[in-house]
C-alpha cells in the first residue's frame, strides 16, 4: 500500500515557524521527486516547493522564496518543508506529492498524494 503522510501543521503567530514532514510508506522516496502544495479556501491549488530525486535541485515559489526550504532525508523516508518567518497569507492546507525523478510544474502529473494537514497563521 503506497501512502504519503504529512504531518507538522498547527495554529501559529505572524512570524512564527513551523516544519512540516512528508513520510512515505509503502515504497521509497529514494527515487521520487517530491513537491509541496497548498490551498486556501477560495483559491486554486498552487505549487510550494520541489526537491529532486538526488536533492540537489530545489524550486520554490516566488512568494516563499528566502522563507521555506524543503529538504529530503532518505534513510528515514521522509521530506521536510521548514517554514520560517510565517505570514497570514501562508494559511492554507498544505500537501505533499511525488513523482518519478523530476519536479513539475502541473500538479495533475504528479501521481502520489497525501491527504493534507492544516497551517493557520493568525495573531
Known amino acids: 500500500q503506497l501512502q504519503l503522510v504529512e504531518s507538522g501543521g498547527g495554529l501559529v503567530q505572524p512570524g512564527g515557524s513551523l516544519r512540516l514532514s512528508c513520510a512515505a510508506s509503502?515504497?521509497?522516496?529514494?527515487?521520487?521527486?517530491v513537491g509541496w502544495f497548498r490551498q486556501a479556501p477560495g483559491k486554486e491549488r498552487e505549487g510550494v516547493s520541489c526537491i529532486r530525486s538526488s536533492g540537489g535541485s530545489t524550486n520554490y515559489a516566488d512568494s516563499v522564496k528566502g522563507r521555506f526550504f524543503i529538504s529530503r532525508d532518505n534513510a528515514k523516508n521522509t521530506v521536510y518543508l521548514q517554514m520560517n518567518s510565517l505570514k497570514p497569507e501562508d494559511t492554507a492546507v498544505y500537501y505533499c506529492?511525488?513523482?518519478?525523478?523530476?519536479?513539475?510544474?502541473?500538479?495533475?502529473?504528479?501521481?502520489?498524494w497525501g491527504q493534507g494537514t492544516q497551517v493557520t497563521v493568525s495573531s
Open positions: 506529492a511525488a513523482m518519478r525523478y523530476f519536479c513539475r510544474t502541473d500538479s495533475r502529473l504528479w501521481e502520489y
Open positions: 509503502g515504497f521509497t522516496l529514494d527515487n521520487y521527486a
